[in-house]
């Protein structure tokens, strides 16, 4: 083909498609909901876009009313899921599926975004080995490109740029990012390590001197990239918006600096309903416009072609969890190869909708009501994980358990990030730092200070009571690893772990732990409280958030209960089974009390999806309130719920709780 042959082909290629008249789209800042549909295009494809038709897209966004639409552009394995002129299409595309998208979302004003992979990039490695980011070892990853080479420009700006204007996207969801990314060993990393540190040899492990420089460097190199690329693009189309997924989640749990325009993440696995816990309460502190994504599938572990999609009801319990923290909500799935959404997901997809929508009004943006707040270590986790970023795995298990054990023990509770404690702490009439095995100074004093002004602290773990040893008027014991049980209503909670032995002196002590099944003796003390200036301490000198993470044991849960009472009375108390989870939040005025039934929840991938939810209750409220309120109601729906108010304190009762109820005091 001569080149005047060309010219005409790339110019088709490039030519923006056309779209209809549009109804305005929302700025993700204020969608609610919306759903994300990635394929990862390959050069085994055998039919792209076949099935897809208008039809089917203006169907479902008639039925669904989704604010936007995220659909594949290029996955992780590289190549682009449209017929492009600047990077390698995918095989056998039959039609254009982000132009039959893009029709049909502005005819129904919703946005339009794609997902796209970002530093995971298989075939650009392959095309461009010098791409790749280097192991330790010196080899290639066969996914991971290096920050530091050209790859940004020369093939992933150009790729988004092209889609962008080919499409008029709304945005971009930028996937294998932050816990793709991996430590550099590259020739240009290294020279550039060496030259800002002065350290000759690559550390290459944590045993290895400048091994914690070696990861802040590497981490700051990712920052340099990710803003790069964002503010290329909003150079490139102002209006854009752009998230890097899971930037700015516990995965990344840094202040949000970076030009991003909203913060999102995928969660899936095992007990998804635990994972959503924190993750919300985290979004919801960042300030920044947040949504978090539900695989509408499961994976069965033991094998990844096993996959199982969600009824509705499952869908609904996990959607409960992140709109009771103020949070937008996404379902994610899978289309066929080839772009064929089945009616019956489209239905589970239209029920999930209405539930959300009718608690959008008390559900988006709203705001926390301080009560409980739980320390999210950024410190533990970048010096004692070994990673540059997360997911973490069961590093974050103390404050996960933590967040799990307070909320079935009827506590509104909210996560505090590091970066924020020190600017926040004083809203909280409880604060609580789980048992982070390396919390570090600056927590420790603001903390100290906290207490000292008035504040009430519950202490987890021997590393942490260790590192408050000047504060604690007890003497502490060498920390080992203890069989070790606390007594519950019932029966003993197995609390077994790294236990520092104590002596508590005039300290008084809440609870005791024993070395076996026998309360009757040998019994030593397991938490205490005391003074500190204005304020108090309760301890507990063990492991309490990483075993309630692996066990959820209800002793467990007992024994946190009697810790937090010794030193905090809630403005809120609910008698209601273990399964209510209760969150209180605010919004234009109104006080928001977010209900939610966590019967069932998965848990296991022998019992991956869920379609039955039982109604949980009865649920007595008690609620310290300002004022009066002048009209009560259960939403959705805005029926009047009674009760009886005296001293400050409304009192009243719901038979039971089907999924989510709000009940709102205006």
């Known amino acids: 083909m001569t080149r005047r042959q060309f010219a005409p082909l790339v110019s088709s290629l490039l030519a923006p498609v056309p779209v209809p008249a549009q109804k305005r789209r929302l700025r993700r800042e204020d969608c609610y909901f919306g759903l994300h549909f990635d394929l990862h295009p390959n050069d085994k494809d055998k039919a792209l876009g076949r099935d897809l038709t208008s039809e089917m897209a203006n169907g479902l966004l008639e039925r669904v009313k989704p604010d936007y639409i995220q659909y594949d552009c290029k996955g992780h394995i590289g190549y682009m899921g449209y017929q492009s002129a600047v990077s390698t299409p995918a095989s056998n595309i039959v039609k254009d599926s982000l132009a039959i998208w893009r029709k049909a979302t502005a005819e129904h004003g919703a946005g339009l975004y794609i997902h796209f992979s970002g530093v995971w990039d298989t075939l650009a490695i392959q095309q461009h080995p010098e791409w790749a980011s280097v192991r330790a070892d010196g080899s290639k990853d066969p996914d991971a490109t290096s920050t530091f080479s050209p790859y940004v420009d020369q093939r992933m700006l150009p790729q988004l740029k092209e889609a962008i204007e080919k499409y008029d996207l709304d945005g971009a969801w930028v996937d294998g990012e932050c ?11 290294a020279e550039a390590f060496r030259a800002s540190s002065g350290i000759a040899e690559l550390p290459k ?33 102002p209006t854009i918006q752009v998230a890097s997924n899971w930037l700015y989640s516990t995965y990344v749990p840094e202040r949000p600096e970076l030009p991003v325009d909203f913060i999102s993440g995928d969660y899936l696995g095992n007990a998804s309903i635990s994972r959503a816990r924190l993750e919300s309460r985290y979004l919801s502190a960042t300030g920044k416009p947040w949504d978090l994504m539900a695989w509408g599938f499961q994976h069965n572990p033991a094998s990844d072609t096993v996959v199982s999609h969600k009824p ?4 609904e319990q996990e959607a409960a969890v992140v709109l009771a923290q103020g949070g937008g909500f996404q379902i994610y799935y899978q289309p066929t190869r080839a772009g064929w959404i089945d009616e019956r997901n489209v239905g589970v997809m239209e029920r999930v909708s209405r539930f959300c ?30 990673k540059m970023f997360g997911g973490w795995g069961a590093h974050t298990n103390p404050a996960r358990g933590m967040v799990d054990a307070l909320a079935a023990a009827h506590y509104s509770v909210d996560v505090i990030p590091e970066w924020k404690l020190a600017e926040s702490a004083r809203q909280y009439r409880l604060i609580v730092l789980p048992d982070w095995p390396a919390t570090g100074a600056q927590v420790k004093d603001t903390l100290a200070r906290y207490v000292r002004d008035g504040g009430s602290l519950l202490l987890v773990g021997a590393g942490n009571a ?16 203890q069989e070790a049980f606390v007594t519950g209503s019932e029966v003993f909670g197995n609390v077994s772990g790294l236990w520092a032995d104590v002596e508590p002196g005039e300290t008084k ?24 200036g204005a304020g108090r301490i309760a301890a507990i000198y063990g492991p309490l958030g990483a075993v309630y993470a692996a066990t959820h044991a209800p002793p467990t849960r007992e024994f946190l209960r009697q ?64 004022r009066r309120p002048a009209r009560v109601t259960v939403e959705p729906g805005g029926r009047v719920l009674s009760g009886a108010w005296a001293n400050g304190l409304w009192l009243g009762a719901l038979d039971r709780v089907e999924i989510h109820t709000v009940v709102a005091f205006r």
């Open 357 to 386: 929508r009718e608690r959008q009004e008390v559900s988006h943006k709203t705001e926390a009501v301080p009560g409980i707040g739980v320390v999210f270590s950024t410190h533990s986790l970048y010096t004692a994980a070994n």
């Open 205 to 237: 492990g944590p045993g290895d001197p400048g091994w914690q420089e070696f990861l802040d460097f590497q981490r700051a190199a990712f920052r340099r990239y990710l803003k790069h690329y964002v503010d290329e693009l909003h150079r490139f189309r």
């Open 312 to 315: 509705a009801v499952q869908l």
């Open 509 to 532: 002590v809440i609870a005791q732990r024993f070395p076996t099944f026998d309360a009757r003796r040998d019994g030593v003390p397991a938490a205490t409280v005391s003074a500190l």
């Open 466 to 481: 260790a590192l408050f040893s000047a504060e604690l008027p007890v003497r502490l014991g060498q920390a080992s690893k």
């Open 563 to 626: 810790a937090v009472s010794a030193i905090y009375k809630p403005d809120l108390e609910l008698k209601a089974p273990p399964v209510i989870e209760a969150t209180l939040r605010r919004k234009d005025g109104v006080t928001l009390l977010h209900l939610l039934n966590t019967s069932q929840m998965q848990v296991a991938a022998d019992y991956g999806t869920v379609d039955h939810i039982p109604p949980a209750g009865p649920v007595t409220i008690l609620l310290r309130l300002d």
């Open 179 to 189: 816990w793709a990314v991996r430590p550099d060993y590259s020739k240009t990393a």
